[in-house]
């Protein structure tokens, strides 16, 4: 409190020195002072510009390229900065400055509207001056009265409203506000209400595509009191010459139904401001959360076109949706598969991430033109997401340079290749990729997959009524599910026949049916084996050979459907939706793999999510397990990612 008050005071002191100068000086001056003021904010308020920056492509990105938001931002800040300037000059403005310096086009609107007799309401958005529209306005000759609402600094905030007082406005306050507002429209005045920053109580209104929270306050009392409603715009001609726009009457549709009039009248006048701000962007306060309070959000997954990773980015998509409606948001959810122009390129572009701070990226894309095809370029410069996600390290630059672009939380599934793990909202590391220890790093036991109860109900369901059962499998199967070849490891076919036996003898002795299905990276011997010893087996009620006749929901299927499920070593992927599918896993092998691979392994034995089991002792186990039926002890990567999500959000 105590240092709220000095620099209060502090403020206040400064506010009239600097508007004591500044009034001694030329108007042409003071203005380009100004100007030079918004550049200072421009290169060194980097938060605020960022928003701006973001706010625009929002706005006006199918409009505009990168550079011209960039433009528009820079223009928005030497207007803003003027602006400032002008609330120092308030006590100088009158006939002799206003008839200098001030055109208003449309006033005869507004006297128009007060020989009705039921008062006018100027509606307005956050454009231009617009305490100096203010003033102007309480100086063209009829009662004028400002609502206000008092800022963070009492003494500052009295300071400006006796300027205020001083030529003309008629202040409104918060407190008391409403009576005062109906007495002024009562007694044939003028009153002026902003439209824009409706805050929590504001509705939520369609603008620039997507919803923003809008004032309903001055179209309420235009329509209570059969007040005259007129629009009204700020902007600048050239240096200290402005221009205030003041609209014709809106046309009011009332039908009766006061909730439905408040909501079209209030749509066509946010489509009326939003043309004005089209085409005078530079006067619009950009800096501010313009769809804070915005029902829905956008989640843009950025794909590399692996099937495993694009897996991986729709279960945390999944998680964070569900956490978004959960707090009543509406969710749309975008894929954009990233195409590099040649091989290196997505190398290069992690090697520019390094160099890229927080807020420098913006406006700023070549390197990402570069690096991208034209029509992946466009789709992720019109994009609007307010979450962007991605798996693998590939595709970590451009979450990071396209998360920034929109001042969009960033969310990236596995190590984001060499960029630090700094420059994201959260990173989702399984623990054998050695995570850091950071606050927006969240470790999981397992690769983040779409399994669970109803995944596995909608799947089997699909398998069954597919064409691929050979007879309706019984209420007990033992799932086999075969990968193939991969880097530093290659599948055996004799520990596959190895395999195949066992699985056989446990049949015949439980009565299990068997469901067995291989990938696309199964090779040759290992397919000619898998047709060979099921094609003509009673117990075989599913064979798949995905390099034949590829089926999506396989996998989920099999492990829907299965009482035990056996998987080959080399797949985390396949292992860990297995491990989260509640029934038992057996892993055979694991034979040579890396150490990665063998850490991961061990750290879902060590879990008791999975059990290793050499070849020769895997029928037993089998066996033990289908009579047994021991608890699963389930995955919590979910869960923990979930609370990691409700962090950032």
Not at 337 to 353: C, I, M, Q, Y
């Amino acid at each position: 409190m105590k240092s709220n008050f000095l620099i209060d005071y502090s403020a206040c002191i400064l506010f009239r020195v600097l508007g004591a100068v500044f009034r001694a000086l030329p108007v042409e001056w003071t203005l380009f002072a100004g100007r030079r003021l918004g550049d200072w904010f421009y290169y060194f308020d980097l938060k605020h510009k960022a928003r701006c920056y973001a706010n625009i492509k929002h706005a006006l990105g199918e409009e505009l390229s990168p550079c011209g938001v960039a433009r528009v931002t820079k223009e928005f800040y030497r207007s803003f900065g003027q602006s400032l300037i002008e609330i120092l000059l308030i006590p100088r403005v009158d006939q002799r400055y206003m008839r200098r310096y001030i055109e208003i086009e449309g006033l005869e609107n507004i006297y128009n509207g007060l020989k009705k007799g039921k008062g006018v309401v100027l509606l307005a958005v956050h454009s231009g001056s617009w305490e100096l529209a203010n003033i102007i306005c309480a100086n063209c000759g009829f009662p004028f009265y400002l609502f206000v609402k008092d800022q963070g600094f009492p003494v500052l905030n009295e300071l400006l409203n006796k300027y205020r007082r001083q030529k003309g406005c008629k202040i409104i306050t918060k407190e008391g506000g409403l009576k005062q507002l109906i007495e002024a429209l009562k007694n044939n005045a003028a009153v002026g209400i902003t439209l824009d920053q409706g805050g929590k109580s504001g509705e939520l209104v369609d603008f620039f595509g997507k919803a923003a929270s809008m004032s309903t306050g001055g179209i309420k009392l235009a329509l209570k009191y059969g007040s005259v409603m007129l629009p009204v715009y700020f902007l600048r001609n050239r240096g200290p010459r402005v221009k205030v726009l003041v609209g014709e009457e809106f046309a009011l549709s009332r039908s009766g139904d006061l909730e439905r009039d408040i909501s079209g009248n209030l749509i066509k006048a946010t489509r009326h401001f939003e043309a004005l701000i089209r085409a005078y962007p530079k006067e619009y306060l950009w800096t501010y959360k313009i769809w804070k309070y915005a029902d829905q959000r956008e989640i843009l997954i950025l794909s590399d076109g692996k099937a495993g990773h694009l897996r991986q980015s729709e279960a945390a998509c999944r998680i964070i949706k569900e956490r978004l409606e959960k707090r009543g948001l509406r969710v749309k959810v975008n894929v954009a598969e990233v195409k590099f122009k040649h091989r290196f390129a997505g190398a290069v572009l992690s090697l520019s991430g390094l160099l890229a701070g927080k807020y420098c990226c913006q406006g700023c894309l070549g390197s990402l033109r570069d690096a991208l095809d034209a029509e992946t370029f466009g789709t992720l410069w019109r994009g609007r997401p307010d979450i962007v996600l991605s798996s693998g390290s590939a595709l970590a630059a451009v979450n990071f340079i396209i998360s920034r672009q929109n001042l969009s939380r960033s969310v990236v599934v596995m190590r984001p290749s060499v960029l630090s793990v700094n420059k994201f909202d959260l990173v989702i590391m399984p623990r054998h990729d050695s995570p850091p220890r950071k606050k927006n790093v969240v470790v999981t036991q397992a690769a983040l997959n779409l399994v669970n109860e109803a995944y596995l109900q909608e799947q089997a369901a699909k398998l069954l009524r597919s064409s691929f059962p050979r007879f309706p499998p019984s209420g007990g199967c033992i799932g086999l599910l075969l990968g193939g070849d991969s880097r530093g490891f290659h599948l055996d076919p004799a520990a596959v026949a190895g395999v195949i036996r066992q699985i056989k003898a446990v049949s015949e002795r439980t009565g299990a049916d068997i469901l067995v299905t291989t990938s696309r990276r199964t090779g040759k011997a290992v397919e000619e084996l898998v047709r060979r010893e099921f094609k003509d087996h009673a117990r075989c009620a599913l064979m798949i050979i995905a390099n034949e006749k590829n089926c999506p929901e396989a996998t989920g299927g099999i492990l829907g459907l299965s009482k035990v499920i056996v998987v080959s070593p080399e797949s985390i992927s396949m292992i860990s939706e297995a491990a989260n599918s509640g029934k038992p896993v057996l892993v055979f092998g694991p034979g040579k793999l890396d150490r990665r691979h063998k850490l991961f392994l061990n750290n879902l034995a060590g879990g008791r999510h999975i059990i290793l089991s050499a070849v020769d002792s895997l029928g037993q186990k089998i066996e033990d397990l289908w009579r047994n039926k021991p608890a699963a002890n389930l995955l919590k990567d979910n869960e923990t990612v979930g609370e990691a999500v409700d962090k950032i959000l």
